[in-house]
């Protein structure tokens, strides 16, 4: 199939590549010029295992380029509105970028041009779309349908390609028949109604926070009385009615935007309603706490006051396998950090350095060595393996205090007790203490 993907970052070229990678002839177009001209240029807007390698092999077989008018496309049998939506600082959807996308289409649809929407957008965004582009081309008949795409940092090739939740909605039957073709035939969809596709998103991505703030509470009062929330993680998910792979490891709030999006939509389609939604709007408010929980541990570990302290973090990215900062729980507590009057510096081996260099404040170094020179405490942030490795004893020779909090965790806790640091982590019966000097 002819396919014109509208949305460069992360999933939009993920897309691209995969499908150019299935024998499909993809053209990809995104609103801010700098994206095309970057991947041309033979680069990646965010890194991701595996992307570049595909995407330098699909060009040089001719089936993916980029363009920088989307007049030129070729008028294709599908249409993909793949664009990472952007978040406010309160984690609400802006779905602004898809619209102004789509008012673009119009003149490149034929008349049974299917439009897929996996961008993250609120429930009922679709009807919005379907309505604005059969008014601009009252001709168009190709339908429209969402599939409620959940790609990973870090593990999108096999994600997009293996679906490990393959949902299409449409209320077309032809329309879903024609989007299944894109995929490998192994493939078994959830067929479902337009509306409650997009509403999977929404259910999904809040299921999942709503474990994660059980997992953290039960942690925090595991830390009170000496218990080990971790190993009560891996005895629950032994339960049938759990599941193996239940998120439910005690650690920080949720952050990056990507489940907090799906939280505030539901929260907000309950206001629309004038339906209370008590149990969100715990959650919400319990993530938030979680999210102070490094500050709360350094003060009482550090004494009290932040101001004038030296905090080294290792690991700015959202998660790891990735280059983007998106809202990461690390910046935040950079920012948070730097409010309180510390000196904060930091390294990751692999965070992109233009949006590093956007943090204001922040002294970036490429080692861990620079990053914890005289540092009164160190927080592991991103839980990247290269640190997992690492010296302990020589790291902590080099530090002011030998304090560390690990929030992954990512270290056994005798070993870097044993290499002389005085070590905290989360949900594993460790309650912060003072060790103020």
Aim: hydrophobic share 45%; aromatic share 6%.
């Amino acid at each position: 199939m002819r396919i014109v993907i509208n949305g460069l970052w992360h999933q939009g070229v993920v897309g691209a590549a995969c499908l150019a990678g299935r024998g499909h002839h993809v053209e990809g177009y995104d609103l801010d010029p700098e994206r095309g001209a970057l991947l041309r240029a033979g680069k990646q807007p965010v890194f991701e295992p595996g992307l570049a390698e595909l995407l330098a092999e699909q060009e040089a077989a001719g089936r993916l380029r980029w363009l920088d008018d989307l007049r030129d496309a070729t008028p294709p049998d599908v249409v993909m509105l793949m664009h990472d939506t952007p978040v406010n600082e309160r984690d609400e959807s802006d779905p602004t970028c898809v619209f102004e996308s789509a008012a673009l289409l119009p003149p490149i649809l034929r008349k049974d041009t299917v439009v897929f929407v996996t961008a993250q957008v609120p429930v009922g965004t679709c009807d919005r779309l379907r309505a604005a582009l059969s008014q601009a081309r009252p001709d168009w008949r190709g339908g429209i349908a969402y599939g409620p795409e959940n790609l990973r940092l870090g593990q999108a090739l096999e994600r997009f390609l293996n679906p490990p939740l393959p949902v299409l909605g449409s209320d077309d039957p032809g329309t879903m028949d024609r989007l299944v073709a894109l995929w490998p035939d192994e493939i078994r969809w959830d067929r479902v109604s337009l509306r409650t596709a997009e509403m999977v998103k929404h259910a999904l991505n809040t299921f999942l926070a709503s474990t994660i703030t059980f997992a953290n509470e039960v942690g925090n009062l595991c830390d009170e009385v000496g218990a080990d929330g971790h190993r009560i993680a891996e005895i629950l998910r032994r339960e049938p009615r759990v599941g193996p792979k239940a998120m439910l490891f005690p650690g920080l709030g949720f952050a990056g935007g990507t489940l907090a999006r799906d939280v505030q939509t539901l929260r907000t389609v309950g206001d629309a309603a004038r339906l209370d939604t008590p149990f969100l709007d715990g959650l919400w408010r319990a993530n938030a706490a979680q999210n102070q929980i490094v500050l709360r541990k350094l003060r009482v570990v550090l004494g009290g006051s932040l101001s004038d302290r030296r905090i080294a973090i290792l690991g700015l990215t959202y998660k790891p396998d990735t280059s983007t900062l998106r809202r990461s729980a690390a910046v935040e507590l950079a920012d948070a950090l730097l409010r309180e009057g510390a000196r904060v510096s930091a390294t990751d081996p692999r965070a992109d350095r233009a949006e590093v260099a956007a943090i204001r404040g922040l002294a970036f170094h490429e080692s861990v060595g620079e990053a914890i020179r005289d540092a009164d405490a160190v927080v592991l942030m991103t839980p990247w393996a290269e640190y997992r490795d690492g010296d302990l004893a020589a790291w902590c020779a080099s530090v002011r205090n030998p304090v560390l909090i690990d929030t992954a965790p990512l270290w056994d806790a005798r070993r870097a007790e044993d290499a002389g640091w005085q070590y905290f982590d989360i949900g594993r019966g460790r309650k912060a203490i003072s060790c103020k000097s």
